[in-house]
């Protein structure tokens, strides 16, 4: 598969498109300072967000604040951050994983899981969602291991399990 941007990892096997980003801001920031262990040693966690690549509608699915999950095209994404990768992950069933998250358009956007990362008891309520919890969900439905995530799933987290 041919993507308009670079992509790490092999695009020959099934896959899916799991993208990592960050912007300036002080949202994305805090965000990034809540990482699991990032506080002992760290400045702070590269990634702040994801989203996930749908190559037949050329869009990103994400969940954002004050509009909850949305569909955004490739290169307005690509504008708006000042950072990103993307990394093909290789899963069994990558159908279902776009499935899922074709089905997330227009759901709230989990705030009380935002702002809770470290305390987050129960990440998979599938009425809102924040964009690594979200991910992770699709990921596991396409076949990938995650392992145990606990009780929440933060983007520099999520990027760990697919560097794996």
Known sequence: MHYEFPVIGDTHRPHVLQAFSRRHGVANFVNRCTAPGVLK????????????????????????????????????WFGRYSAYECVAVPVQRPDLALTFQREQIGKDYDYPGAFAVPFRADWQNPRWWFCSEKDAAALIRAGFDMGDLGSSVHPQTLRFKVAA
């Open 41 to 76: 040693f760290e400045v702070g966690a590269l990634w702040g967000h994801t989203a996930f690549y749908d190559p037949e509608r050329r869009v990103f699915n994400e969940a954002l604040m004050f509009r909850g999950v949305v569909e955004t095209p490739w290169y307005e």
